[in-house]
Each structure stands twice: as C-alpha cells, then as structure tokens.
C-alpha cells in the first residue's frame, strides 16, 4: 500500500533565522515550503497545493494579516496561522475577523507546541476535505441510492402481493383476496378472521404492501406471546428509570411502525385493561410511553387479527365493544385449509421448493402418492402444519421426489381413515363383475400400504401375499409409493 503523502506546509517570514528554525522544527511531520515575503508566498500557492499557512505578522511591504485575508479569498482550504513577536489587539481582531484566522502564535513560540498546532491545523484540514469529498459521493450516490432502494421495494411489493398468496384456481380465497385489495386503497383498520395457521398474516402483509402505506414499515405483534405488562411496554415503549432494568429510552413498536402498519396477532387474547390503553392510542392517534410525561403522535394503520369469536367474547364482556367496533373498519375471514382442499397442491408445492432450497436439496419435488396423502388428511394446524411436515418429509426423504411413507403416522392415519369413506363411495355403481372386483382390489390395497406406512413387507403379510406378488399388484393398478 503506497505510503500517503505529508501534508504541506507554507511558512512565511522575512527573517531568515525563524524560516530555518520553523523547517527545522516542521520538515520530519510536513513538507515544508518557505517564502520571505507576501509576493514568493502568492507564487508557491499558485504552483503548489498547501494544506497550512504559518505567516508572520510584521513584514516589509504587506502584513501578515493582510496577506491572509487575500489568501482567505483565493486558496480558501488552506489553514490560516499568524506568528507575531507583539500583542497587538487591533491585529489580533483584525486577524481573526478578516483572514479567519486558525490561530494567533506569539514569538518566541516553543517547538513543540508549534508543532502540536500546525498537526491539529492540518489533521483538521484532512478531514474537512474528506468530509467535502463524502459529501460531494453522497450526492453523486444519492440517484444510485434512491434507485436501489426502489428496486428492493419493487421486490418486496411483488413478494407479497396478493397474487403470490399460494391458492388454486378457484379457492375460496380469491374473493377474499379482492376484497382485501379494494381495502388496501383506504387507510380503514381491517380484522382477519380465521384458524391459527391458516395464512392471516399474509393477507395482512399484502394489504400493506398494496396500501399508500408500502413503503413505510410493517410491525407484527403476537398478543398471546407475552404477559400484559410486557405487552404494554413492547407496544407503547418507556422511558429511562421508569422501571427496575429500564436502563435506557426504549420506543415502542407503534413508534417503529410510524407512518406504516402494525399488525396485531391474537388480539382476542388481550385483557380487558390493556384493551383500554390500546382503544385510546386508536382514538386519539398518540400514545404515552411508560414513565412518558407526555404523549407522542402516532400515525399507524392498525391491522388485527384473532381465531376467537370476538362478537362472542363482546357479548360475554370478555372483551371491549368500543374496541372491536374499532379495529373491525372491515373484516375478512380466512377458511381453514380443510375448506381449501384445491389450494393444498399448490401450497405444498411452494412449501416444498421453499423448504428444500433452505436445507440445501433444491429440486426436490412430491410423488403424486405424496400429493393424494396430503389431500386426504383434514390439516387441523392448516398451513402451518402443512410445512411442518414436509419439512420433516424433505429431511427424511432418501429421495429427490418425496413419498408418502415420508409423512408422518398422523397424517397416513388420517389420510387412511378419510379415504376409505370416499374410496367406497367412489366405487363404481356399473361395469362387469371383474372391473368392479378390480377397484374393490385397488381400494383395499391402497389402504392396506397406507396403513402401514408403505412398508411392502407388512401390507404383503396382511395381505397374505409374497413382496413380488404384492409390487405385481402395486404396478398394475398404478400404486407405486
């Protein structure tokens, strides 16, 4: 790495003794320049870039501070110090007003407090130009800046928009879906109503992606996490001392989520004192941090959500009318996923491309006996029992095309249990006598593999059959696992 170059130094003085003396003292720390007069010194600034100025005060011709005040004028960078053998007041003031002068030396100065001043002079120098030239890259940056982040908003927009809501063609959610993008447009509070798991939040997230509000923050809360107290102070926030470990101001997430959304989760789990703080700060748009003195306005779009009844828990006095009156501006519901059943492949689908690329097997996909389990078990943890298990699925999964034997004996179970019904239901009820035997064969079959998991060993021994006369089987009527 090349060596960085000294800084300059420019010493003016008609005697030739303190010249030396000052180069003497400088020359080790500084590339020292030196002149005898005010007309040399105008001829070394013209042809050399010069960090500080040492000058004499008393010189034939031009004074020091005369001198400066031109150099004030036309080298302006450059740091201004008077040396001078008299006190003279009037110089003084006229230095320090006219030629902004950095200091005012009296002779005889001592060397080492010479020097210290002219490292202070040109070390302030140096960061004054460093600071010129970060603030001239801002502002050349600043069109790169603004555009990268429009691009990462584009991205994020895009990511949660309503259309990358994972869901079949013709999914109950698609009505939702435009309600809730119509509701974007309006800066109305929305609950979302539905099953733990079932995807609330992201409805919430596109609502505020697709809102006036997308480009400030989005804040999530889980109500049922934490005890009221903490929740009232991790909302609301707190002053310095306003409790014992409150070392520090500390703002609360409604500050964080200035200017954009905040999305409270579980809100029918808040008790009925915290639900007045909280109907207060949607009231009057302002809020009181603990040990605050005084309230701090707030412009947040408030974003519920709940799998209670809160009409049901209104009427029991569980909780707050005037409050549910108004966080439920609008209100959407969200179908559990067993109401969704066309919308099970597609999530599944992107959960398994999503789960595999995390745990480093990209590419790995669900055999169509894995999709029929999965569309055959009720998913009471909905979406997010979904991709629990196929998370599971994907870490066990000797494969790159996941079975059904990788589920777990929940969801085999279930799947078995829900499929019997359908599968005699879906007998024929026509054909010959051998076509008939046939799907009655099929039906067994399968639920006999399902039942055990598809270990072939045991269905054949149920069965009463050898391991290749059961894969004879398994291949004619299509059940490879």
């Given amino acids: 790495m090349p060596q ?60 020091g501070v005369t001198f400066l005040k031109e150099v004030r004028e036309r080298w302006p960078d450059a740091v201004r110090i008077v040396i001078s053998g008299y006190t003279d007041s009037q110089d003084i003031i006229a230095g320090i007003n006219e030629a902004g002068i950095y200091q005012y030396i009296l002779k005889p100065w001592v060397p080492d407090s010479l020097l210290k001043t002219v490292r202070d002079a040109a070390e302030g120098q140096g960061l004054r130009q460093r600071l010129s ?35 079949g063609s013709n999914s109950p959610l698609n009505p939702i879906c435009a309600v809730a993008q119509r509701l974007a447009r309006y800066d109305l509070p929305v609950l979302v109503l539905g099953e733990s798991g079932t995807g609330k939040e992201l409805i919430a997230r596109a609502i ?66 915290f639900q007045v703080r909280l109907l207060r700060v949607l009231q009057e748009g302002e809020l009181r941090p603990v040990g605050a003195p005084r309230p701090i306005p707030v412009d947040v779009r408030v ?41 099970i492949e597609p999530i599944a689908r992107r959960l398994v491309a999503e789960v595999s690329a995390e745990m480093g097997r990209p590419g790995t996909t669900l055999s169509q006996e894995a999709i029929a389990c999965l569309l055959g078990y009720p998913w009471p943890g909905n979406i997010r029992e979904l991709r629990n298990e196929i998370a599971c699925a994907v870490a066990l999964s000797d494969s790159m095309e996941i079975p059904a034997t990788a589920f777990s004996a929940r969801v085999l179970r279930g799947q078995a249990g829900l499929s019997t019904a359908a599968s005699a239901a879906a007998l024929p009820q026509a054909g010959t006598l051998a076509e008939r035997l046939d799907a009655i064969e099929a039906m067994v079959l399968r639920e006999t593999l399902l039942r055990h998991h598809w270990n072939k060993t045991r269905a054949a021994k149920e069965l009463g059959l050898s391991r290749v006369g059961l894969r004879a089987k398994m291949q004619r009527f299509g059940l490879e696992g």
């Fill in 208 to 273: 505020h992606y697709a809102s006036a509000r997308g480009a400030g923050p989005f804040v999530v809360e889980n109500c049922a996490a934490i005890p009221d107290t903490l929740l009232e102070s991790e909302l609301f926030g707190y002053k310095r001392g306003a409790f014992t470990g409150a070392y520090e101001d500390r703002p609360g997430l409604f500050q964080r989520a200035n200017g954009g959304t905040i999305f409270l989760d579980e809100i029918g789990e808040t008790s009925p004192a």
């Fill in 303 to 343: 974003i519920a959500a709940t799998h209670r009844n809160l009409e049901a828990l209104v009427r029991e006095g569980q909780f707050r009318d005037d409050l549910y009156y108004r966080i439920a501006g609008a209100t959407l519901t969200v179908p559990p996923l067993r109401e969704r059943s066309g919308d």
């Fill in 133 to 167: 030239h970060l603030d001239l890259d801002l502002r050349v940056g600043t069109p790169v800046l603004r555009q990268r982040v429009a691009s990462k908003q584009a991205q994020v927009e895009s990511t949660f928009d309503f259309d990358r809501i994972e869901r």
């Fill in 4 to 63: 960085a170059a000294l800084p300059t130094v420019l010493v003016v003085d008609d005697e030739l003794r303190s010249l030396e003396a000052i180069r003497r003292t400088l020359d080790e720390d500084f590339s020292v320049l030196t002149a005898s007069s005010a007309d040399q010194a105008r001829g070394l600034l013209e042809s050399n870039p010069v960090d500080v100025i040492l000058c004499d005060q008393r010189m034939p011709g031009v004074p």
